[in-house]
């Protein structure tokens, strides 16, 4: 038996840093939403734990324990007491250390697909699993448009009716999330509560506190920014997590996909795509 499940990139459209704890972590309000463009994994039995991965960004993942989709495997297993071993293989369509939460959208949907292949469901285990592995897991495991409090664990699910149209831009640097976390000395406070005035005003008044850490370790960002802000239907334009992805809010999918294609032929070593989110 296969099961095949959909590690769909993670965008924060806003990502308020609150303050530092004690423990070198920090407390966040972020809006979150999930992208029509992610890795895809494909689960089956095995008689140990083995993962390959292909796909354009392959080789800047490992190909052995150390990937976190693999730990995902392993400490489901343990936790649940299956010695069943399983082969993972990933697509890995996501640029990576770029934002987009691909590690952890990856190991999310081994939870989830290993739920499905062990024909146990959705287990008691996978928020504490989830938690254990990275801050963003627990968001990644819902995959579907949240705010997250605390340092990930708090998950509160938002209801967007209307996928919304994205333009994301990686410009090719490789951003380490605990470097921006440290070049962030200032933090401000939590988000406003979405209004009557919906979803994309919402955005336009949070911000992100990591992108002026992210634009003095990666001078792309600056011009991503630029870039999406000068395209028409264009309504926001931000970071999304510690970078170096940024997104462009649009209109519709029309603009997105025709700011998407100008800013593909403008910059060929860019990776630009328009998705849909929620
Ligand atoms: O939990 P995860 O391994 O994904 O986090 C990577 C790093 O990002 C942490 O080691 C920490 O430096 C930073 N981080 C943080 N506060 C968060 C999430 C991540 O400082 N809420």
């Known amino acids: 038996m296969t099961v095949r499940e959909f590690a769909a990139a ?27 463009v992610g890795d895809d994994i494909e689960l089956s039995m095995h008689h140990e734990h083995v993962i390959s991965v292909e796909g354009p960004f ?5 190909h052995d324990e150390s990937n976190l ?53 959705p287990s008691m285990a996978f928020p504490s699993v989830a938690q254990t592995l990275g801050a963003d897991v627990p968001v990644c495991l819902h995959s579907r448009a949240a705010r997250i409090g605390g340092i990930g664990e708090t998950v509160e699910p938002i209801q967007i009716e209307t996928p919304l149209a994205l333009v994301l831009v990686n410009c090719g640097t ?30 336009r008044a949070g911000r992100n506190d ?3 850490p992210a634009m003095s370790l990666a001078d792309g960002v600056a011009e991503s920014l630029k870039e999406l802000r ?11 997590g510690s970078g170096a992805t940024c997104f462009g809010l649009f209109k519709d999918m029309t603009a997105a996909q025709k700011a998407a294609a100008a800013l593909g032929a403008a910059h060929p070593d860019w990776w630009v795509v328009a998705a849909h989110a929620r």
């Open 10 to 36: 993670k965008v924060n459209l806003f990502l308020h840093v609150l303050g530092r704890r004690p423990d070198g972590y920090h407390e966040l309000d972020s809006l979150v939403v999930f992208a029509s």
């Open 58 to 62: 392959a080789d800047a993942v490992p």
């Open 69 to 121: 989709a693999m730990q995902a495997a392993r400490q489901l297993g343990e936790t649940m007491g299956r010695p069943d071993g399983v082969h993972i293989r990933i697509t890995k369509n996501l640029p990576v250390a770029a934002g987009l939460g691909g590690g952890s959208a990856d190991a999310a949907a081994v939870l989830r697909g290993l739920g499905r292949l062990w024909e146990v469901g």
């Open 174 to 203: 490789a951003l380490a999330t605990p470097d921006v976390f440290a070049a962030c000395s200032t933090y401000g406070g939590a988000a406003p509560d979405l209004t009557d005035a919906g979803i994309a005003a919402w955005v």
């Open 210 to 212: 990591l992108e002026g």
């Open 230 to 240: 000068g395209q028409a239907g264009c309504g926001v334009a931000r970071l999304s």
